[in-house]
């Protein structure tokens, strides 16, 4: 059975870091696409950060470029996301998303919540 759990959320200040970790269970992890979506309330999923299979190629939001990095450890089968300079307007649940590169089969993790507030 495919899991995805995420951790590492929490409350930060304006200008603060956190990273989020996605650990991968069930899945050959190096078949997978790797993504961070975020939801705030009363707003739609958007993508934040994509890493491919190989980790050779990424692709991140505007409004995330040169701050957050995603990457991935295909050992630990975990997915990560470093969130630098965080603003109030980065408050959001953040969810891993796995898509398997053959298949397209999609998984979601349970999301975590990331505050960033004075």
């Known amino acids: 059975q495919v899991q995805l759990v995420e951790s590492g959320g929490g409350s930060v200040q304006p200008g603060g870091s956190l990273r989020l970790s996605c650990a991968a269970s069930?899945?050959?992890?190096?078949?997978?696409?790797m993504s961070w979506y975020r939801q705030a309330p009363g707003q739609e999923r958007e993508l934040v950060a994509l890493l491919t299979a190989t980790g050779t190629s990424t692709n991140y939001a505007d409004s995330v470029k040169g701050r957050f990095t995603i990457s991935r450890d295909n050992a630990k089968k975990t997915v990560y996301l470093q969130m630098n300079s965080l603003k109030p307007e980065d408050t959001a649940v953040y969810y891993c998303?796995?898509?398997?590169?053959?298949?397209?089969?999609?998984?979601w993790g349970q999301g975590t919540q990331v505050t960033v507030s004075s």
């Open positions: 998303n796995a898509v398997h590169l053959f298949s397209n089969n999609n998984y």
């Open positions: 069930g899945v050959t992890f190096s078949l997978f696409i």
